[in-house]
């Protein structure tokens, strides 16, 4: 908005001052070596001007002054401390993607009581200083008013709103407070429903441990279960028993992850803040519906959990009572294999259904699928034990002797225990092979991508700090297009228009040379009229959802402007790793955005100039522009692969923890059969097995059960990550790829947990009296 709509709102009677805020991301601090102090994808770098007056500024002097002179400059106190900057130091910027400029720091100020805006740096010119450096001569971004005593804000607003013309909104501090509240809890609701999402898979898996534990009590405890029966208890009181020992456990268990949560959630508000992220000072918020949901939702997973040993438990007949001792190795029962049959068969036809479905029913429907398959593969898992841990237990009994042939057979003796402690570590392998076969595929889907898009020999991005979403400065193409390194050298802007409404992105090229830096890969319509008057081009994905066609005219409104053109489709393209939304002419961008905003340069080596030497050359050019940085397509690949495995570490790090769930379930099991069979190992002691082999024998025994989860693991997750890739090929992932040197690394993974949770059943083992194992009912 112009400057001069300051003197309107000064003049509306009820307000009793009134100041111009310019507001942008865009001003990159350098260290000492030049270098920006944030990297891209950092936290946002924002220049504005210092408001004087102390109703409206958030900013408060902590030492120093207010910025007075043109090389002025006042820093938030997170990030002055962040970095040792003290009142009277020079310090170097980066402003709007320009060249180095040198500022001294007039003052530190503190944002309300916080030290920054949520980690943020902030940086504090003069008004003009920021306008100029910004090119916003003459504009501002808002105007901040505040009323006189005894006016109410909604009855300054609909005075304020009556003087402004129809490009400017006028809105009361509630308003705006409650719209950035709004965008903040959109962006936690969705982090929240991802760990939300990780928490359930836990859940998950460890209802496996649950089932596991109470079926392995059961079993110890057959003859008490029959001698209640001879007394007289039914199968309903021994069924509601077993059930109310899991209400119990299961209050008990969720009670304390209710406190063990909060002290967490202080410990994070600790972390956080201690990095830098400028949080206010503030009480954590306990919600009553939390602690509630919390409770229940616990107490739910383990009774519902205990319902299957409860109807086995409920099912021992007084006969039971004289018997020595229950057999572990119950068969695989008929319905059982069907139930299982079924429901793998019923889950991998919904994740089928899921590859050809919309965006929104696709994932309902794969992850529906997953869950069955999941319920499926764990039913059908006995089948697989002997297999696969006899196969896998082979060289085990050949090259470890007594021990190793001991631990293969009890690994296959029981194989309804074996497997569904296994299917637990299932679950959570299978999660992380199918992130591995995703993120392997998007690196070689994105790798053909660009290959296919890109003919420009170099790219230039922003490294951090620049202006909007680009942060390219128009001089920088400028002086890269004076080297004679370079055959050709342009820049692609991008902004915002609406269309119907709605927000979209737009890109602009010039039209008389775009072809030779990237490919447009048209669908129908003509490459070449991008030139033409009043002509757009658009990708095929918005062709499609609104049923348009080459010739079609639309109505496109460009904000910057308030101007509304008709324009006409000249081109529908499939969207690559370059071109997608929206496209118009560089000539029309120039008239439409006065605000210009590149997000990649890209440039042509000369003939006679080698690819080195003019990755070189370009990198002795950039020396200006600090916040600049030159790619080839080998390291612009190695940058996208690098965020992609950034992004599978955070997920991997969530799944860790159903893996070490999975990881305690097999310690859980070890340990209940080791007291299960304490009469069995005293015989094995009585005759000669030492205290080493019988450690041995139990540590080789969880090693193979953690092979058969890892294997079953592998199998669907490599399904699965298939097709979610399949499911996402409308994103641009055609290929799909499975990342084999990874499964070697789960392998050596899977071998580590298995030693690792057989340390205590193991030292247990060895440890017991032979005498009193011997004499063990």
């Not at 043109?70 to 009277?88: C, E, L, Q, R």
């Not at 392997?440 to 909007?468: C, H, I, N, P, W």
């Not at 953690?706 to 592998?714: H, R, S, T, Y």
Request: with cysteine.
């Amino acid at each position: 908005m112009p400057t001069s709509l300051l003197g309107t709102v000064q003049h509306v009677s009820g307000v009793s001052v009134a100041e111009g805020v310019v507001f942008r991301a865009g001003a990159a601090l350098l260290d000492r070596s030049g270098k920006p102090y944030a990297p891209a994808g950092g936290p946002p770098q924002f220049a504005t001007n210092w408001i004087a007056s102390p109703t409206l500024s958030p900013y408060h002097i902590r030492s120093g002054a207010p910025p007075t002179g043109a090389t002025d400059v006042v820093i938030d106190a997170a990030t002055a401390a962040a970095h040792n900057i003290t009142v009277g130091q020079h310090i170097d910027y980066v402003i709007n993607g320009g060249t180095k400029e040198d500022f001294v720091v007039s003052g530190i100020a503190g944002y309300g009581s916080a030290d920054s805006l949520a980690g943020a740096t902030i940086s504090l010119f003069r008004l003009d200083v920021v306008q100029r450096e910004l090119g916003l001569q003459g504009k501002f971004d808002q105007i901040q008013a505040a009323a006189a005593p005894g006016i109410a804000q909604t009855e300054l607003r609909d005075r304020v709103a009556a003087s402004l013309p129809g490009y400017a909104e006028a809105a009361t501090e509630a308003t705006v407070i409650g719209q950035q509240v709004s965008g903040i809890d959109s962006f936690f609701g969705i982090l929240r429903t991802i760990l939300l999402v990780f928490a359930l898979i836990s859940l998950f898996v460890g209802s496996y441990i649950i089932i596991n534990t109470f079926s392995i009590l059961i079993a110890q405890r057959t003859r008490e279960l029959a001698l209640l029966r001879v007394l007289g208890a039914t199968r309903g009181q021994v069924f509601g028993m077993v059930v109310a020992e899991a209400l119990i456990t299961g209050i008990a268990a969720s009670a304390v992850g209710c406190v063990a949560g909060l002290f967490l959630a202080h410990g994070l508000y600790s972390v956080v803040s201690s990095i830098g992220n400028g949080l206010p000072d503030a009480d954590l918020v306990l919600q009553t519906s939390t602690v509630v949901i919390g409770m229940v939702l616990g107490t739910v997973i383990t009774v519902v959990a205990s319902i299957l040993p409860a109807r086995k438990a409920s099912r021992v007949s007084p006969v039971e009572a004289i018997r020595d001792a229950a057999d572990a190795a119950q068969p695989l029962g008929r319905r059982r294999i069907i139930a299982g049959i079924v429901v793998t068969v019923i889950g991998g036809v919904l994740v089928a259904l899921g590859l050809f479905a919309g965006t929104s029913a696709a994932f309902q429907l794969l992850g529906l699928g997953a869950f069955l398959l999941y319920i499926g593969v764990s039913s059908l898992a006995p089948l697989t034990v002997l297999p696969i841990s006899g196969f896998l237990g082979w060289p085990i009994a050949r090259f470890r002797g007594t021990p190793g042939k001991l631990a293969r057979t009890n690994a296959i003796r029981a194989p309804r225990r074996a497997a569904s402690t296994a299917a637990a570590l299932m679950i959570g392998v299978s999660l992380v092979v199918g992130i591995a076969v995703l993120t392997q595929s998007a690196k070689a889907s994105t790798e053909v991508a660009l290959r296919q898009a890109v003919k420009a020999d170099y790219m230039v991005f922003a490294a951090g700090g620049g202006s909007g979403p680009g942060g390219i400065s128009p001089t920088a193409t400028a002086a890269l297009a004076e080297d004679s390194n370079f055959s050709a050298v342009d820049d692609l802007k991008q902004g915002t228009i609406l269309i119907k409404g709605a927000s979209a992105s737009v890109f602009a090229a010039n039209p008389d040379d775009y072809q030779q830096f990237f490919t447009l890969d048209v669908a129908s319509g003509d490459p070449n009229s991008l030139g033409q008057p009043d002509t757009i081009f658009l990708d095929q994905t918005e062709a499609s959802n609104h049923q348009w066609r080459v010739g079609d005219i639309l109505d496109v409104n460009f904000p910057q402007v308030g101007t509304s053109v008709r324009e006409r489709i000249g081109c529908i393209f499939n969207p690559n790793a370059i071109t997608t939304g929206y496209m118009i002419s560089s000539e029309q961008y120039a008239k439409y955005f006065p605000e210009p905003q590149a997000f990649i340069i890209l440039l042509r080596a000369a003939p006679d100039v080698s690819h080195s030497a003019g990755l070189a050359a370009l990198n002795r050019d950039l020396v200006r522009f600090p916040t600049l940085k030159a790619y080839d397509a080998a390291s612009f690949l190695a940058l996208q692969s690098q965020a992609i495995d950034q992004l599978t570490a955070a997920i991997d790090v969530f799944l860790v923890m159903a893996i070490v769930i999975a990881a305690l379930g097999i310690v859980n099991t070890l340990a209940l059969s080791i007291i299960e069979r304490t009469r069995e190992l005293g015989l094995l002691r009585a005759i000669g097995l030492t205290r080493r082999q019988t450690r041995t024998m139990v540590r080789w025994e969880a090693v193979l059960i953690a092979f058969l989860g890892l294997i079953l693991g592998i199998i669907v997750g490599i399904a699965l990550g298939a097709a979610v890739v399949r499911a996402l090929a409308f994103t641009g992932l055609g290929h799909i790829a499975v990342p084999f040197i990874s499964l070697l690394w789960y392998a050596v993974g899977a071998l580590v947990i298995g030693l690792a949770a057989a340390i205590l059943p193991a030292r247990r083992a060895a440890r017991l009296n032979v005498l009193e194992a011997i004499s063990t009912e």
